[in-house]
């Protein structure tokens, strides 16, 4: 079956009002690379930061800000399931498949 240890994860930031897509960074699961997108995004405009319980957002995430919840996570589900369903690089456990950091970084730079 498929190992764990070179997926690349895709972190998203999206704007629940407007419904609109920020920025993404594309790395592994810790902290540094949230750090990356925390310094991608304008947060002097935000009024709040809806995630879910994953332990890294605390490190990075101001407390009064932060709002940990999956029932405020439906903006960036949504944008997750159109990827999936409209690019069959982001599919799981189908041959077009793309396990490896570079071929998402093309996929960035040709659609940017």
């Not at 629940?16 to 925390?38: I, S």
């Not at 799981?92 to 730079?109: A, P, V």
């Amino acid at each position: 079956m498929y190992s764990q240890k070179n997926y690349c994860w895709i972190w998203i930031a999206v704007d629940r009002e407007g419904k609109r897509y920020l920025d993404f960074v594309v790395g592994n699961r810790g902290t540094e690379t949230g750090l990356k997108l925390w310094g991608r995004i304008n947060q002097e405009e935000t009024k709040a930061y809806c995630t879910d319980y994953w332990k890294s957002y605390k490190e990075f995430i101001p407390a009064e800000k932060h709002l940990q919840t999956k029932a405020e996570t439906y903006t960036v589900e949504s944008y997750n399931s159109r990827i999936r369903h409209y690019l069959a690089r982001f599919r799981r456990k189908t041959k077009c498949y793309t396990k490896q950091l570079y071929m998402i970084l093309q996929f960035k730079i040709i659609n940017a």
